[in-house]
């Protein structure tokens, strides 16, 4: 099966700045997209950012817009999410996952890197 192991979490002041990565890896398969979510204790796990392999179109929550930058390395199967002006509010782990076209839906899920953001 295909495994996605997220990097890069931390601690991180407020206004501060992390750089979170994501690789795909296991049987071969073709990336379509691939996403960012994120679930802060005791809420729903929320869409942060999304970018689709093939033209690199982004997609953004308003929440992140801005502030949070999504890129690839297609050769790699490799997401990153470069997160700035970080705020608590943005406190979460932090999850990759990669969109079946098939479904419509991501099925596969990392399991997930700390973000926690002081004031």
């Known amino acids: 099966q295909v495994q996605l192991v997220e990097s890069g979490g931390g601690l991180v002041q407020a206004g501060g700045s992390l750089r979170l990565s994501c690789a795909a890896s296991?049987?071969?398969?073709?990336?379509?997209?691939m996403g960012w979510f994120r679930q802060a204790p005791g809420k729903e796990r929320e869409f942060v950012t999304a970018i689709d392999w093939s033209g690199g179109t982004t997609y953004y929550a308003d929440s992140v817009k801005g502030r949070f930058t999504i890129s690839r390395t297609n050769a790699k199967n490799t997401v990153f999410l470069q997160m700035n002006g970080l705020k608590p509010e943005d406190t979460a782990i932090y999850y990759c996952a990669l969109y079946v076209p098939a479904s419509g839906r991501y099925e596969y899920w990392g399991q997930g890197t700390q973000v926690t953001v002081s004031s």
């Open positions: 296991g049987r071969a398969f073709s990336v379509y997209r």
